[in-house]
């Protein structure tokens, strides 16, 4: 089922513990993260004398039943230094269950849609913008948008796959032919360039990419020459630079990781099948905006 969740804080460094927040509610068994709504910053509700909220939402699927999946968000919230003192009183994170397709839900710990949702424009406004076919009438109050977060980076994933999106085998790449790698230097170079350790395996001399600005994520590497290493997506987001262009290469792992957050899709997509053992995710949650048509393949371009 599809599922939507609201975030907010406003004690410590809110944006870190947003992120925080969501990479771990990825992390959930039987939970995929589909989506990411920009942060936005609001004045308190209920209890007037505290700090302004930054506030986001976020759209995933999952095999959990309601409450189950709300004691995992508690869990998240206890990890994340939550202390339940005082109803709608300051915190350091807050996770609600907003919105899920199709089911109306009521007990005593959990009622959805959330009986407050359409009372809120800070919820409804990170809501809308992942949600853009859901009808809301916004009650005027200030919410601003601000800063900080993942989808704030545009990341777009940038990859040559078989006719079922097959990427590699036993860590090769299925295809090479020169019309994709100019391609992808067109694309890539003077940018920003992300992707993990396997992928690093399959450059010229297993060496970085010259003229561009090259991120390892990976948690076994502590040093490579002509190259950033930082060891997860938390860490990822600290060192990125928003106005910059951040091209996210592969492997599967990574793209699995990171296409929530992305905002485009490049993928060069040829007309045959390959026994592949790595695949690029699924991309249904994107909109196919242009394809080029070549000899034997095609260069498609998706957005959000």
């Known amino acids: 089922m599809i599922c939507y969740i609201g975030l907010g804080a406003n004690l410590g460094d809110c944006r870190q513990t947003l992120r925080r927040a969501i990479e771990r509610i990825k992390k959930i068994p039987a939970v995929k993260l589909l989506r990411v709504s920009s942060f936005y910053e609001s004045e ?152 993990g350790r396997k992928t690093l395996a399959t450059f010229p001399n297993q060496k970085p990419l010259d003229g561009r600005r090259n991120i390892i994520l990976s948690r076994t590497l502590e040093k490579v020459s002509g190259a950033e290493v930082v060891g997860g997506v938390e860490e990822l987001f600290d060192v990125l630079d928003a106005a910059e262009e951040n091209f996210v290469i592969g492997g599967a792992e990574v793209f699995g990781e990171l296409i929530p957050y992305a905002t485009e899709i490049f993928l060069t997509v040829f007309d045959a099948s390959r026994q592949a053992d790595a695949f690029f995710p699924n991309v249904d949650d994107f909109t196919l905006t242009a394809a080029q048509v070549a000899d034997g393949f095609e260069f498609r371009s998706y957005t959000r």
């Open 44 to 195: 308190p509700w209920g209890v007037v004398n505290q700090p302004n909220y930054l506030n986001a939402a976020i759209k995933l699927s999952t095999e959990l039943e309601p409450l189950a999946l709300l004691d995992e968000l508690q869990r998240i919230e206890s990890e994340l230094g939550r202390l339940r003192r005082e109803h709608w009183g300051a915190r350091t994170i807050d996770l609600d269950i907003l919105l899920i397709d199709g089911l109306e839900f009521s007990s005593e710990r959990l009622t959805v849609p959330h009986k407050f949702l359409f009372e809120r424009d800070f919820a409804m406004i990170p809501l809308k913008e992942i949600f853009p076919t859901l009808e809301v009438n916004l009650r005027g109050d200030n919410v601003i948008r601000a800063t900080g977060s993942p989808v704030d980076f545009k990341l777009k994933l940038v990859a040559c796959v078989d006719k079922n999106f097959g990427l590699g085998r036993e860590g090769k790449l299925l295809f090479r032919i020169p019309e994709d790698l100019k391609n992808f230097r067109c694309l890539t170079l003077g940018h920003t360039i992300i992707y």
